[in-house]
C-alpha cells in the first residue's frame, strides 16, 4: 500500500515501502540463485519419507545466505503442513528442540529459584535422548517434522550427536521427518566426519557461493520494479559492482539507494542515488561483518590479514604474506588454517590466500595502523 505525502503548493511522490532487508537472517524479498533447491526439497517433502533431499547440510561462507536458506525452507515445510523446530547450534540447543515440541507440557511446570540457577519443579532440566527422540517422533506422526539447525561451527559435540543419533533413528522407522544444518564450511565438514554421525554424509550438499553479475543485476531491477520504482540503466552497474556478489551486501546497497532515491521524492533511482547508497552500505557493511569478524580474532591472525592486504598481487602468495610478517611460511602455516577454517580467507590455488569477505583488504589497508600500530 502506498503511503502519501502531502507538501504545501507542491506535489510529491508517493512513498513507497523500501522492499530491501539488510537484517541477519532476514528473508530478503526474493531468494536469488536458489530456486532449484527449494523446488528440490518441496518435491522431497511431496515424495514422502526416504527422499533424500529432505536431508541436507548448507555450506558457504557468512553472509551467503544460509540463514536465509533455512528459514526458506522453514516457510515451505509449513504449507505442506510440518512443524518446524529453528534452533541455534550454541549450548541448550537439544532442550531447547524438547521445549519447543513439549511447550504446553512445560508451561505447566512451575519455576523455581536456586542458589545455583532454576529447576523446574520435580522435573530434571536435562532431557533423555529417549524423551527428545519421542517427542520428535510425535511431532512426525502429527504433519511431520523439520528440524533446521544454524551456526553449526558452535555446536557442542555430544549435543550434536545426540540430535544426529534421534534424527537417524527416526529416518530408519520411516518417519515423516526432515533436517537441514547450516555452518561455515570446515565446520559442516568435520560435523560429518564425526564419530557416529557420518550418516550425516548422505545428506545432500548444499554450497552457497557468490552470486554472478548478471544474477544480481537481474535481481535488483526486479526488486525494484515489483516495489514501484525504476532502476535507470547505468545505476544497474554501479549497484552490481558494489554489492560484489554478497547477498548481503546486495540487500544493504539496495536498501540504501532506495532511501537516497526516497530522499529525492523521485519515482527513479539513478547513478547518483547507487553511489550515494554504495558509500553508505560501505560504511555499514565495515561495522556489521567486517568488524565483528575481525574481533574474534587473535592478533597474530590479524597481523596475518594485515600483510595479505598489503601484498601487491593478489590472491597473494603465502610465502609473500610470511616474508612481510619477518616468518617462515611454516610459522604462519597455523595462522593460514584457523583464517581459512573461520571463513575468512580461502586457498585460491597452489600456494594462494584470498580474502573471503568482500571489502575485507579496503578495510585493512584503511585501519593497519590501529589494527597492527605503527610497527
Not at 511431520?144 to 533413528?169: H, Y
Amino acid at each position: 500500500m502506498l503511503e502519501f505525502a502531502f507538501k504545501i503548493g507542491s506535489t510529491v511522490a508517493p512513498k513507497r515501502k523500501n522492499p530491501f532487508k539488510p537484517t541477519a537472517g532476514m528473508n530478503p524479498p526474493e531468494l536469488i540463485g536458489r530456486d532449484s533447491i527449494l523446488d528440490d526439497f518441496s518435491d522431497a517433502l511431496e515424495n514422502g519419507p526416504g527422499s533424500p533431499d529432505r536431508l541436507a547440510r548448507i555450506s558457504g561462507m557468512r553472509g551467503v545466505g544460509k540463514t536465509v536458506l533455512l528459514n526458506a525452507m522453514g516457510d515451505i515445510a509449513r504449507e505442506h503442513g510440518f512443524h518446524v523446530v529453528d534452533v541455534a547450534s550454541n549450548p541448550g540447543f537439544c532442550k531447547r528442540i524438547h521445549a519447543a515440541l513439549t511447550r504446553t507440557e512445560l508451561a505447566s511446570l512451575s519455576i523455581t529459584p536456586t542458589i545455583l540457577g532454576v529447576s523446574i519443579g520435580s522435573a530434571e532440566l536435562s532431557r533423555s535422548p529417549t524423551q527428545l527422540g519421542e517427542a520428535m517422533f510425535n511431532a512426525s506422526k502429527h504433519g511431520g517434522l523439520l528440524v533446521t539447525l544454524d551456526e553449526i561451527q558452535d555446536a557442542p559435540l555430544d549435543e550434536l550427536r545426540e540430535l544426529g543419533n534421534e534424527i537417524q533413528l527416526l529416518i530408519r522407522q520411516g518417519a515423516n521427518v526432515a533436517f537441514a544444518f547450516a555452518g561455515l564450511p570446515t565446520s559442516v565438514d568435520e560435523a560429518v566426519g564425526a564419530d557416529t554421525l557420518t550418516f550425516l554424509q548422505r545428506a545432500k550438499h548444499i554450497e552457497l557461493a557468490k552470486l554472478s553479475d548478471y544474477e544480481v543485476g537481474a535481481s535488483l531491477e526486479d526488486t525494484v520494479r515489483r516495489a514501484g520504482k525504476e532502476l535507470v540503466h547505468e545505476a544497474t552497474p554501479l549497484l552490481t559492482k558494489a554489492a560484489a556478489g554478497y547477498p548481503f551486501m546486495i540487500q544493504l546497497v539496495g536498501y540504501y539507494t532506495w532511501q537516497a532515491s526516497e530522499r529525492r521524492g523521485s519515482d527513479t533511482i539513478d547513478a547518483q542515488d547507487a553511489r550515494r547508497g554504495a558509500e553508505i552500505a560501505r560504511a555499514n557493511f565495515d561495522t556489521m561483518v567486517i568488524e565483528p569478524a575481525l574481533r574474534r580474532l587473535p592478533q597474530k591472525q590479524i597481523e596475518y590479514l594485515v600483510a595479505m592486504a598489503r601484498c601487491p598481487e593478489q590472491p597473494a602468495q603465502t610465502g609473500e604474506v610470511s616474508r612481510l610478517m619477518g616468518l617462515s611460511t611454516k610459522d604462519t602455516s597455523s595462522y593460514r588454517k584457523r583464517l581459512i577454517d573461520a571463513a575468512v580467507i580461502e586457498k585460491a590455488g597452489y600456494g594462494r590466500v584470498a580474502f573471503a569477505i568482500p571489502y575485507m583488504r579496503e578495510y585493512l589497508v584503511e585501519h593497519t595502523d590501529e589494527l597492527i600500530g605503527e610497527a
